[in-house]
């Protein structure tokens, strides 16, 4: 298959200037470290503790990522093969009804030959007469044991399809998808094919509008880079997978990160997977800050428990760029403690008005600040190439999506630490509809904040030196950051009170 960006000269002085940008980075961090690496620091041992984190973080987070950036491809899609039986899965348990008869509708409409599945994990009447009518097969069963993952194993033993297309209930698919996200099984070693997400609703609120800007920013350049590296990952919605691939490995694998826990035995079985970057179907994001943090909690909680539990056994099942790819991925909620805890010790240097310690801290924004700058210069350039010609809002304005992320700290938080304490939350789908979770959803964001202002003020009222307005401006900084879900939390009241 051919590689392709949008033109081959200019993507090839793309890759050299993030090359370079990557060797800029690599100094960067070395003058952040050499910091960190000061007599009086390494003496501390309580110092060193957060070096050690400090190095981990920087290569896990920063480094991965760089490496996986250098790697983006895109693929030129060819003609479907033919004659390939498909199945299409649509799993519900307890979804609106109008939801779950689009999403069916348009799977049995589309074009390539294949059979369209409700699978019913609820033992909902009226799904099975919707079903009937619309003449899709219905299958249930008795039990929600493992719940997606049980829902779909249970309709692997009642089907045959060489293929099997999964779409949650919430995504629509287009009538050409099947037609245009097949061509990679040619490839005999392609175990799954992921589909780009893509959503309709950005524009109902602002918390939909912010997490599609996300999500946008994942099926960039991290998904053409992996899929550069021959490590497209399975993201849930959108995926077609072959069914020896799932046979080899047992079946689909259960948890709250089911369809990750699933990519990463797939590959460490040894089958390929591959990206097609083209939006074919379109799903909804929440719309409110309550049902946001329930489907963050749920990926984190799952994400970091695949990180703590699977993925040490499977590491050594993986080549070198497979693990950069999943070491990525499955860390990405850690940003929520690293957030938590440059706003503790923002608030500690602050209160403490010690100026050896402010000196010191701004000492650290200072050999941080590089680091910062280059990686988003890195990431600016490399999703260039990949940019769609009508670039819609979403993927041109992703501030939204970096703020409502940063003010989501204390759920990422709060995943992280029950994760550490061996937590095991029950399972609760993302909310449907909007669930106006109140002021006290953003209480941790508020009394942070209010901390923050406080602190800026204090100091500001005292002797005023270039550290402290340093650590001043980054405390303001912090304090822009939850703008986001300040924001949200204002446009949720303004429609609860205009539906009353």
Sequence with gaps: ????????????????????????????SAYLFDWWLEPERLSNPLM?????????????????????????????????????????????VDEPLWMVEQTLRAAREMQYPHQTYLLDDGGNYEFEQLAKNLGVHYLTRKSQDNHKAGNINNALTKTSGEIIAIFDVDHV????????????????????????????????????????????????????????????????????????????IGGYKQGLAEDLHTSLFLHAKGWRSAYVSKPLAFGVEPTDLGGFFIQQY???????????????????RFDFPTNVCYTWRLTCFL??????????????????RDETLVGEF??????????????????????KPFQPKTANLESRIPAPGLLLAFGTWPIYTKAFASVLMGGKPLFIATPKDKTFGGIKCILPQIFAVFLLLVAVVRSMLGTLELQTIGVCSFAGLLIIMHTGVFVAFRNEQTIKNADY
């Design 1 to 28: 298959m051919k590689v392709i960006a949008n033109d081959d000269l200019s993507t090839s002085i793309e890759h050299r200037k993030i090359r370079l940008l990557v060797l800029a980075g690599l100094a960067a």
């Design 335 to 352: 940003a929520g403690p690293m957030v938590a805890f440059h706003i503790l010790v923002t608030l500690v240097v602050l209160y403490s």
């Design 298 to 316: 749920k990926w984190a909680h799952g994400t970091l428990t695949l990180l703590r539990q699977v993925y040490p056994r499977l590491v050594t």
């Design 362 to 383: 701004f000492s650290y924004l200072l050999h941080l600040a590089p680091l910062v700058l280059v990686s988003w210069l890195i990431m600016k350039v490399a999703s």
């Design 48 to 92: 060193v503790f957060f070096l050690l984190l400090a190095v981990l973080y920087c290569v896990v987070r920063t480094h991965c990522a760089w490496y996986i950036f250098c790697h983006c491809t895109r693929d030129e899609p060819t003609e479907s093969p033919a004659n390939l039986s498909v199945d299409v899965f649509v799993p519900a």
């Design 173 to 248: 698919p287009n009538r050409e998808y099947l037609n245009e996200a097949l061509w990679p099984f040619k490839d005999v070693e392609i175990g799954f094919v992921q589909v780009r997400l893509s959503h309709s609703n950005g524009s109902q609120s602002f918390v939909a509008g912010a997490a599609a800007a996300r999500n946008e920013g994942f099926f960039g350049i991290p998904m053409y880079g992996m899929h550069g590296l021959g490590c497209a990952q399975k993201f849930g919605s959108n995926c077609l997978i072959r069914r020896t691939a799932l046979d080899s």
